[in-house]
């Protein structure tokens, strides 16, 4: 019963991380109608700026100024993103499509090789983090406060995400665009800046998602490409460009992902596409997905 | 075909041949690698030049012909390139089949995204399947037995090997590519552009667009598949490394280095793409990173690739 | 001899009635007219019966054969054939190819797959001859995103003609380009489609073209037919007049 409510906890921890991926790459589509190839290697990013800062930081700041840091890697991958989306990304909204895949996965080529040329090939880890806020005992057996403290991170930033989207004059403008950009345009709003903001704040939810990560485990070459994939089949599961949908999305992943891992290892990404295959065909855009 | 054509393909053929006679073993080998995945580029871009499709899980066919010729080879003992050949293209067309029924139902970004989903779930599964597949180790097909080219040649006569293995790859390679013009020339490929052009007026023409897809894809995945079956002897060695994403994402690379709008585009991008791919990891070590910049540049500024930029301006000079 | 007839077709979008129980009837041999304002709803209708959109209720019948709940394919053997008022070409095909591949498609040849398209000489030739009568013959070779509206827009009923289809829609021909050419692409269109023997459906906004070229005029207003007749009967028609010619041309 007890490793009942771990495994639960896991998996919440897990869909904490997999939602602010998957919102990301949602919320870029939705507003700018790209799929970034290169999102998983934010995350990486997150994960690596976050373990590089702590690693520096730790023998200097007290343990508790070290949360800090994880708005650090976070914001770090946002500026990234900020550089990236006026550079690279601007030139190809008025092209097909398949160059709007292509430059971006020029752009994950890049950033995985730039991560091993800046932090090589060993694992990078900022245990530090879970070790500070200790264990606490659920039902006898050990569990790490960091984990749960987390979760709650990830439910915030969902609801504060939320707040932005429907409650600010902001994300009146980012849904409006959104909706249609010519017509934004012709309303005078500045799509320019709605797309470069947007960009970045995708970013910096998947940079936000490698830095709570890399505490608990120790961020390594390829991990990028492994949770694109996985959010991936989140954002299908959910609809692509639908925040309600990843939600839903990584909740039903992490916890089908729990399960398998569990009781069919060999058989964990192969049940996750299958999922992810089987809603597509039954609905093919998603549980949430708008038509379009 | 023009005749000037046909005079460019008669001596690109010419020169092809008397590469063993002219270069070292090594450039030969190199070669025989090249022309191994213009063929799976060449079927990579039925679906992306042709019919519009862009996958991002090409490795799934390429690694279904390369992983059957070693499972044949370690489990029944066949050496015979010809019955490889076989069961390889048998292997990649099932799958293909089987995968295209799921991915043709989709367009554009989920087609990309599913193929690439379907493509990981095959590498987890011979990662982890590894009492079956050998795991990272791979499997071993140090050898094949060339029945046209006659008799065995193992790694002892390794130099008669490559040269022999070359004209046989040369020779596939040739019967592909005539195969490919053919399709795309049919009114089978015709309809494939023209649901690439415009799907709603092709549906309206009373063409069942799935249909279409679904055989485009099936086509594709044995090219690819084929290309897979080749480059295992060559190889020597297939690890689950080729079922992985960076294999698709070079395929797709191929097609975009040449020009995807082509018709030989896909195949000089191949081998262009292996020098610079051999090349670029003896200069350094970080070539993805070099590969990456190049494939940035190119769909920003050359996006008719190689031979579509050498066509324009060869028109505007004349 | 009724050719389509349909049967309290309906089609509504919200609150918007496009299509609001119509008896449509198309009789063989005819070049028949169907006007109406912006959102009277001739392009639903048009849509309804070509399955590009599916009714909330009513019938589709071609001669004595129910075809409600005919998919496009099966349509298009039934021998309807459209045209969109968006003009819908394969733009990065050649011109004689867009014609080709009707043919194709109609002859069932789309699936052959290991002969030269260019080879089958009795698809070329007929393609050709098209061309030629839709006065397109010296544009053969061309890609057809290169051609001038005037041109896309013969193109578009030249691919749906190639098809010959029993009955033929086309949603506004000559929209989009000049006066003088809207004269030519309509002597040229009723010129072939006359002479094929096909029966057509043309939707249409310039009254000058409706009354020089139709046998039959059917005005639609708010999702229902207002008038339906011969050209003289539907110009001295006050209604008609009223919702029509009083607001729209």
């Known amino acids: ?292 | 075909m023009s005749r000037r054509q046909l005079g460019a393909a008669a001596l690109v053929l010419i020169a092809l041949a008397l590469v063993p006679v002219l270069a070292s073993t090594y450039q030969t080998q190199l070669l025989t690698y090249g022309l191994t995945l213009a063929i799976a580029a060449l079927g990579f871009n039925l679906l992306l030049g042709y019919t519009g499709l862009l996958s991002f899980g090409h490795s799934a066919y390429f690694g279904a012909g390369a992983y059957a010729v070693a499972l044949m080879m370690r489990y029944s003992g066949i050496a015979s390139m010809e019955l490889f050949i076989l069961g390889g293209v048998l292997a990649s067309a099932a799958l293909a089949a089987l995968f295209g029924i799921v991915c043709v139902r989709h367009t554009r970004i989920f087609f990309a995204i599913l193929t690439l989903a379907l493509s990981q779930v095959l590498w987890t599964l011979a990662y982890k399947f590894f009492w079956i597949t050998g795991g990272t180790d791979g499997l071993r097909v140090p050898f094949a037995k060339l029945t046209l080219l006659g008799g065995l040649v193992s790694a002892d006569a390794f130099d008669k090997f490559v040269n022999a293995y070359y004209y046989y790859v040369l020779a596939v390679f040739c019967v592909c590519v005539a195969l490919m013009w053919l399709i795309v020339h049919s009114p089978f490929g015709k309809t494939l552009q023209a649901i690439r052009d415009n799907e709603t007026r092709a549906r309206f023409l009373g063409v069942r667009i799935w249909r279409y897809r679904w055989l485009a894809f099936l086509v594709s995945g044995i090219f690819t598949g084929l290309a897979g079956i080749l480059w295992v002897p060559l190889n020597g060695l297939t690890t689950p490394d080729v079922l992985y994403w960076p294999q698709s994402g070079k395929i797709v690379f191929f097609a975009v280095l040449g020009g995807f709008r082509n018709f030989t585009g896909p195949i000089v991008g191949a081998v262009i793409f292996n020098y610079l791919e051999v090349y670029a990891i003896a200069a350094t070590e970080y070539w993805q990173l070099a590969l990456g910049v190049v494939l940035i540049v190119l769909v920003t500024f050359l996006p008719a690739g190689i031979v579509g930029t050498a066509q324009r301006l060869a028109a505007r000079s004349r | 001899m009724t050719l389509l007839r349909t049967e309290a077709l309906k089609k509504h979008f919200g609150q918007t009635r496009a299509v609001d129980g119509v008896d449509f009837i198309v009789n063989q041999g005819e070049f028949l007219s169907l006007v109406g304002t912006n959102g009277a709803g001739k392009t639903t209708l048009v849509n309804l019966i070509s399955a590009f959109l599916a009714p909330d209720s009513g019938r589709v019948f071609i001669g004595d054969r129910d075809i409600t709940t005919a998919s496009v394919h099966e349509r298009i053997r039934a021998g309807i054939a459209r045209s969109f008022q968006l003009v819908n070409l394969f733009d990065d095909l050649t011109v004689l190819d867009n014609v080709a591949l009707a043919i194709f498609a109609r002859e069932r040849k789309t699936q052959r797959i290991l002969a030269v398209a260019e080879r089958d000489t009795a698809v070329t030739r007929e393609a050709s001859e098209l061309l030629a009568a839709f006065g397109l013959a010296a544009k053969a070779a061309a890609p057809a995103r290169g051609l001038a509206q005037g041109e896309r827009k013969l193109l578009d009923v030249a691919v749906a003609y190639a098809l010959r289809p029993k009955l033929l829609f086309l949603d506004e021909p000559t929209s989009g380009v000049s006066t003088r050419d809207k004269a030519q692409i309509m002597d040229t269109v009723s010129a072939v489609v006359r002479g094929g023997g096909i029966t057509a459906v043309v939707i249409e906004h310039d009254m000058d073209v409706v009354f020089k070229y139709s046998d039959r005029v059917v005005v639609m207003h708010e999702g229902r037919f207002l008038a339906d007749g011969p050209p003289e009967a539907i110009r001295r028609n006050s209604e008609v007049a009223k919702h029509l010619l009083g607001t729209d041309v």
Not at chain 1, 2 to 9: D, K, R, S, T, Y
Not at chain 1, 52 to 64: E, F, L, N
Not at chain 1, 160 to 168: E, H, P, S
Not at chain 1, 230 to 235: L, P, Q
């Open chain 1, 1 to 292: 019963m007890e490793i009942v409510a771990l495994q639960v906890l896991n998996s919440l921890f897990y869909a904490a991380v997999l939602f602010l991926i998957a919102a990301g790459l949602s919320l870029i589509f939705g507003v700018m109608g790209i799929v970034n190839m290169a999102h998983g290697s934010f995350y990486a990013l997150g994960a690596y700026i976050t373990a590089w800062a702590v690693a520096a930081a730790a023998p200097a700041i007290p343990a508790a100024a070290l949360f800090v840091l994880l708005f650090v890697g976070a914001l770090g991958v946002a500026a990234i993103g900020l550089a990236i989306e006026p550079t690279l990304i601007r030139p190809f909204y008025r092209r097909p499509e398949e160059y709007q895949l292509l430059v971006t996965f020029g752009l994950l080529l890049v950033l995985e090789d730039l991560i091993r040329l800046v932090w090589g090939g060993t694992p990078r880890t900022a245990s530090t983090l879970v070790d500070s806020l200790g264990l606490i005992q659920i039902g006898g057996l050990p569990y790490p406060v960091y984990n749960l403290v987390m979760i709650g991170v990830g439910v915030a930033a969902a609801a504060a995400l939320w707040a932005f989207i429907y409650r600010t004059k902001f994300g009146v403008l980012l849904r409006a665009t959104a909706q249609d950009r010519r017509m934004a345009a012709a309303l005078g709003i500045n799509v320019e800046r709605i797309y470069i903001l947007a960009f970045g704040l995708g970013c910096f939810m998947a940079g936000l998602a490698g830095a709570i990560v890399v505490p608990t485990q120790a961020a390594v070459l390829g991990m990028g490409v492994e949770v694109l994939v996985i959010a991936f089949v989140v954002v299908v599961i959910g609809g692509l460009g639908s925040l309600e949908g990843a939600l839903v999305g990584a909740l039903v992943v992490s916890a089908l992902r729990t399960i398998t891992i569990q009781f069919w290892e060999e058989f964990e990404l192969a049940a996750l596409y299958l999922i992810a295959a089987i809603v597509l065909l039954i609905r093919p855009t998603g549980l949430f997905g708008r038509k379009g």
